[in-house]
């Protein structure tokens, strides 16, 4: 009797040590659900921008960036703000620049601001959560593509995107490094 | 339910003496005196640090130590508290007193037992060792938020496996418990019959096994991030630093009733006593422990209004918050009512229990203003905070155990313990107390953060009277090393019954109470 | 009980005065700090109307418990009653907390809402945390900077006498303009910090990787201080806040004086992303602290 009980008390133990990580991927879907933390979702294009224009309203879309200490980049938007028909597809480019000599991976996280918002933002081509590799002193514009949702909230008038970029070296092992150089297709495969 | 005591008859009849008998009991009364011991030793190697806190805060300037040694200190101080002192500690009491209170010979799983114990001088070796590495210990705060506990030294590695350890021995205590709850109890007692604090700790176990595990997850995933290329919380990787803070008090906040349930339970069977009249509206104290346990699980957010949840969280979790006042209020209420119309007399155990009934609500009422979401973000993280915490945690949970000690000494023992010293010692930590922690409440309203080493001129005042506080209340506790001391050592005869008709199995039994007791069951009225 | 009731009205009448009369308290440094914002006027209202319901509660309770014991203690000769439950008693102090809980709620709901409405700014500025300084953008207008605690080393080490404003002055205030609704997106650069100005009643986690919104308008001029309220490591004491909210004038005058030259603009923008170069320039903080204000003891 006692042993039974043990067991049905220590499976409920591993069972709640499985679900502290469960709540990792359950913390991600209902932060995308409610657009908790400023996650966005990422769609298609066709999908974001199905319901057409409201020709009716303007939203001010507002960029922003931060380059983390421990990632020599120049990282900014190239334009402060845009102003976008719900409905409407968008691009924004931000500008990216390895101010070091060496090949550098950085990797980005975007926070769409305020929450309420970051539902209704649905980014159809995004730089973020990849691994971005800049060779020594090279530059590139990356692009986003974004689409207002129409559902968006008539309070809602200006919104933010603002992405972080880190050093993501750390994270990749040498292998992985060679395998995004060589699918970014670079000659130089320059490995420090 | 039927008994299973006389499986465990004939075990213990022969019992080695000296260190080998501690080492090796499986006697429940041995073990939950290990508990107590263990306990007290890290109430004052906790209360040590307290106080190289508070001599820093003495005042302005930085006096005594560096700012990284300061964060260590608020950061140990805490661990050690909640996994050293007060959990331990009311592991203690569940060892002596549940089987007693129920009727049992012994806990269910004896040999299981000794293991939850002998975990935890280990855990707390590991824990202590970690300020002999290069970075020193843990300095992120007890909550270990990362990414900054990701930034730590190797003191943080040996932190979290003390908590791993730790955990383990609580889970297995906890199993213990409802076993021993489910399956030894004497014939006759049903679980309505049951004395409160045995479904306190009942409820507190269930909760200790749901969240336990979770917290080791937490930390596991710390380690990973800091050592294996995860990305959980840290940002560079993709992680997010806020997912910490959601699984940590999704144990942190049940984790803080488990502290305190226990101590609601002691103080449900000390005030009856001493007023001589049954406890007040038994069957809605349970249910309020078990609201209170359920609710527990709903409020975690609340820790974290100011990390930018959306509106409906906030609100959400501002209303939950609130629900708690109300099972709680009840047990207050139900306490007031026991008093009552009652024969009140005034032994160190009732002074204990009376303040904490008062100084608790106190805290229970800041508890209630911080959970009032706008107010919060004044609130949070300011000595308000620390204030609150102080007033449910010490002159909640601690000062409960010392009332339950000075209670349920003279069963232990055999002797009363010295009277006079006892009332002094609970009247110089009541006083001591308060001067410590209530002047935290005026410097967390008036703008300072805690975890500070050093303070802006305006909060000069109330820090060193607050220091002041603190000196008396540490010198304080070693009273209770000598009272404690000194009534194991001898004193007049305590009778079986002790107090004047108290109820319940334990006062049946003889003083001290025999090395095994109820190996027939009792008959349960 | 009459006698309750009366010591119940007269401790009553003692309290309100107290709880209400914040700026007598403010002064002494008992309550929250005089608030300069409708948000923060509106929170003092709030804390103060909730902890005299407390407070009532508290003395109302302790009041009946301590008549209990004084005049139901053995040593007079009070014989117990025995009785054990009242369904009554029960249900009445279940649903009267309620009551007082939703009365609470109502005005902490509305207040909340308004404390969330970021919308409509008349101007953002974006305030990142680093370890152990803050860093604030004027994204309208391209003003940037970092500030740092500007309190003299030997004062900290009680080398020096300390001066007023110990470990609440920066190098570079912000300077906020008066009756605008100025937005903040807040966020960190390593670990959490957390941005607060009492008087402002403004607080909000600056977290790696993540912005977050809030707002305020400041009624009056003023220099108004805060701190950094999440524990971010050694410094985390040493990383204050000084807000100087000037009429919109001056305001404007300090952002011309302030801002980069219209094509320098470009420039100083990809300096400051870089992380190396700024108006107020600071080095990045290194790993061992060599730029800390407060040096380590050791």
Same mark, same amino acid.
């Given at each position: ?192 | ?6 499986? $465990?008859? !004939? ?46 805060? =003495? ?188 699984? =940590?008090?999704?144990?942190? $906040?049940?984790?803080? *009733? ?23 509206? *038994? ?19 609340? $820790? ?28 207050? =209420? ?165 107090? !004047? ?25 | ?298």
């Amino acid at each position: 009797m006692n042993r039974r009980l043990v067991l049905r008390l220590l499976a409920l133990t591993v069972v709640m040590f499985g679900f502290g990580y469960a709540l990792v991927p359950l913390y991600d879907t209902l932060c995308v659900a409610f657009g908790l933390n400023g996650k966005t979702r990422i769609t298609d294009t066709q999908t974001a921008a199905a319901d057409g224009v409201d020709e009716d309203r303007w939203i001010t879309v507002q960029f922003t960036s931060h380059t983390a200490t421990g990632l020599p980049w120049e990282f900014r938007p190239m334009m402060n703000s845009v102003r976008v028909h719900p409905g409407e597809v968008k691009d924004a480019v931000y500008f990216a620049k390895n101010n070091s000599s060496n090949p550098i991976f950085g990797r980005a996280t975007y926070s769409v601001s305020p929450s309420i918002a970051a539902v209704h933002f649905n980014k159809t081509e995004c730089f973020c959560f990849t691994n971005q590799l800049l060779e020594g002193h090279e530059a590139k514009e990356m692009p986003v593509r974004f689409v207002v949702g129409r559902d968006i909230p008539k309070d809602v008038k200006t919104i933010t995107l603002s992405y972080s970029f880190f050093n993501a070296e750390q994270y990749l092992s040498e292998e992985d490094k060679n395998k995004l150089t060589a699918s970014t297709k670079r000659n130089s495969a320059g490995e420090g | 339910m039927a008994t299973v005591a006389d499986d $465990h008859h !004939d075990h213990h009849d022969h019992h080695p003496t000296g260190l080998i008998r501690w080492i090796t009991t499986t006697n429940h009364k041995d073990i939950g005196t290990l508990y107590l011991l263990f306990s007290f030793a890290m109430f004052l190697v906790g209360g040590a640090m307290a106080m190289v806190i508070r001599a820093e805060l =003495f005042q302005p300037g930085l006096q005594i130590v560096d700012p990284h040694f300061f964060n260590q200190m608020t950061t140990v101080h805490a661990l050690v508290m909640v996994f050293g002192a007060v959990m331990p500690g009311m592991v203690g009491f569940a060892n002596w007193m549940i089987p007693i209170m129920i009727g049992a010979p012994d806990m269910a799983l004896p040999r299981l037992n000794n293991w939850s114990f002998w975990i935890l001088p280990f855990a707390a070796t590991l824990l202590l060792s970690s300020f002999l590495t290069a970075g020193g210990g843990p300095a992120a705060g007890w909550t270990l938020y990362a990414p900054l506990t990701i930034q730590g030294g190797m003191g943080v590695d040996l932190t979290i496996f003390a908590v791993h350890m730790l955990g383990i021995s609580s889970v297995l205590g906890a199993i213990n418990v409802i076993v021993t709850i489910f399956n030894m109890r004497a014939p006759g007692m049903d679980f309505m019959k049951m004395p409160l604090f045995v479904w306190t700790w009942l409820i507190t176990a269930f909760l200790l096994i749901a969240v336990m595990p979770v917290f080791a997850g937490a930390v596991t995933m710390l380690l990973t991030d800091r050592h294996f290329g995860t990305a959980f919380f840290n940002p560079a990787g993709g992680g997010d630093p806020v997912l910490f803070q959601h699984i =940590f008090w999704f144990f942190g $906040h049940p984790e803080v *009733y488990i502290m305190i349930l226990p101590a609601f339970g002691i103080i449900s069977a000390i005030i009856p006593t001493f007023s001589r009249k049954p406890l007040f509206g *038994y069957t809605s104290m349970v249910l309020a422990v078990a609201g209170i346990a359920f609710l527990s699980f709903i409020v975690w957010a609340h $820790h974290m209004f100011t990390v930018g949840m959306p509106l409906i969280g906030e609100v959400y979790f501002m209303y939950a918050t609130m629900l708690i006042a109300v099972p709680t209020g009840v047990k207050v =209420f139900n306490w007031v009512a026991t008093m009552w119309r009652g024969s009140l007399t005034f032994e160190t155990p009732m002074l204990f229990a009376i303040g904490v009934v008062v100084l608790f609500t106190i805290g229970g009422l800041s508890g209630l203003m911080l959970g009032i979401t706008p107010a919060d973000f004044q609130y949070h993280d300011t000595y308000f905070v620390v204030a609150h915490f102080h007033y449910v945690l010490f002159s909640g949970s601690v000062m409960a155990m010392m009332g339950g000690v000075y209670y349920w000494l003279p069963k232990w023992t055999g002797h009363m313990y010295d009277e006079k010293l006892g009332k002094l010692h609970f009247w110089l930590t009541t006083i001591f107390f308060n001067i410590t922690f209530f002047p935290q409440h005026f410097l967390g309203l008036a703008g300072m953060p805690r975890r500070i080493p050093d303070y802006a001129l305006q909060f000069t005042e109330f820090n060193v009277i607050s220091s002041l506080g603190a000196f008396g209340l540490g010198v304080s506790q070693l009273l209770m090393a000598y009272i404690v001391y000194k009534c194991v050592k001898g004193g007049e005869k305590a009778t079986d019954e002790v107090w !004047d008709n108290p109820e319940g199995l334990e006062w049946t039994l003889p003083s001290p109470a025999p090395y095994h007791t109820f190996e027939t069951p009792p008959v349960i009225k | 009980m009459v006698r309750l009731n009366k010591a119940f009205t007269v401790s009553l009448s003692a309290l309100i005065p107290l709880a209400v009369a914040t700026p007598v308290f403010a002064e002494w440094g008992l309550n929250l700090p005089t608030p300069v914002t409708p948000i923060g006027e509106g929170i003092l209202t709030l804390h103060n109307w909730i902890l005299l319901i407390c407070t009532i509660i508290f003395v109302g309770v302790f009041g009946v418990m301590f008549y209990s014991l004084y005049a139901h203690r053995k040593s007079k000769g009070h014989k117990p009653s025995q009785f054990s439950h009242s369904t009554f008693a029960e249900i009445t102090w279940t649903v009267i907390p309620t009551l007082i809980l939703i009365g609470m709620a109502i005005p902490s709901t509305a207040m909340l809402i308004k404390m969330e409405d970021t919308s409509e700014a008349d101007l953002t500025v974006k305030i990142t945390g680093y370890q152990w300084k803050w860093r604030y953008d004027y994204l309208d207008s391209g003003v940037q900077f970092y500030s740092n605690l500007s309190t003299d080393r030997n004062e900290i080490l009680n080398k020096n006498e300390k001066g007023e404003n110990y470990l609440l002055e920066v190098d570079n205030q912000v300077v906020l303009p008066i009756g605008k609704k100025i937005r903040f997106l807040i966020t960190a650069n390593d670990v959490i910090h957390s941005w607060w100005v009492p008087q402002l009643a403004v607080k909000k986690d600056a977290i790696p990787g993540f912005i977050n919104e809030v707002w305020t308008k400041i009624n009056e001029p003023g220099i108004y201080r805060g701190q950094c309220t999440e524990l971010c490591g050694r410094e985390h004491g040493f990383m204050p806040v000084v807000v100087k909210a000037v009429s919109v004038e001056e305001f404007d005058a300090w952002v011309a004086e302030n801002a980069p030259a219209e094509e320098q603009a470009e420039e100083t923008q990809s300096g400051v992303s870089g992380g190396q170069t700024l108006v107020a320039v600071s080095a990045i903080s290194t790993e061992d602290g060599a730029d800390d204000p407060a040096p380590a003891i050791r």
